[in-house]
């Protein structure tokens, strides 16, 4: 009889435990690409505009990055060739600064602008990394070259940080 009972529980215990592993993955498990997040026609202004910007010159400089770096050229080739890249986009990105900081004058606008890459910031950053992940591995564990693999991993997320730094933090 005891038996029995601990086969009818385990049985049960069983059942609870596959339904739950088949419940659909939260909002936050997955990143949402810029373009499907929901941002009603009538309030896309300028301020959401700006933040679509600079995540979309985010993910060109990954583009750019992943095309110089995917045939695996010497580390040091590839240093020289992103540092020529990243003084191109710190150009820009400082440039996307200045208009966010102006953008402080319609604090509404601002705020959107900072609201929208606060929600959209992570799936893109986690973005860079699934693209640029076999590039990663080359130059970590293949070379065995940290110092690549900091400028290819860190720097076009130092450049989005420039985009919308705070004075203070100049």
């Not at 319609?106 to 799936?123: F, H, I, M, P, S």
């Amino acid at each position: 009889m005891k038996m029995a009972l601990l086969i009818v529980v385990l049985v049960a215990f069983s059942m609870v435990f596959i339904a739950c592993g088949n419940e659909k993955k939260t909002e936050a498990s997955t990143p949402i690409p810029a373009d499907q997040t929901a941002v009603k026609p009538e309030t896309v202004g300028e301020g959401i505009l700006l933040a679509k910007e600079i995540l979309g010159v985010f993910d060109e400089i990954v583009a750019r990055v992943n095309e110089l770096s995917k045939k695996k050229p010497e580390a040091e080739v590839l240093k020289s060739r992103l540092e020529n890249l990243f003084v191109e986009y710190k150009a820009k990105m400082e440039g996307y600064n200045v208009k966010d900081l102006a953008l402080k004058a319609d604090v509404r606008q601002w705020r959107a602008c900072n609201r929208y890459l606060g929600e959209n910031r992570g799936g893109h950053v986690f973005q860079k990394d699934t693209v640029l992940t076999e590039v990663l591995k080359h130059y970590n564990l293949q070379v065995g070259d940290r110092e690549i693999v900091n400028v290819i991993g860190k720097t076009p997320v130092k450049l989005l940080d420039i985009a919308v730094q705070q004075m203070e933090e100049k």
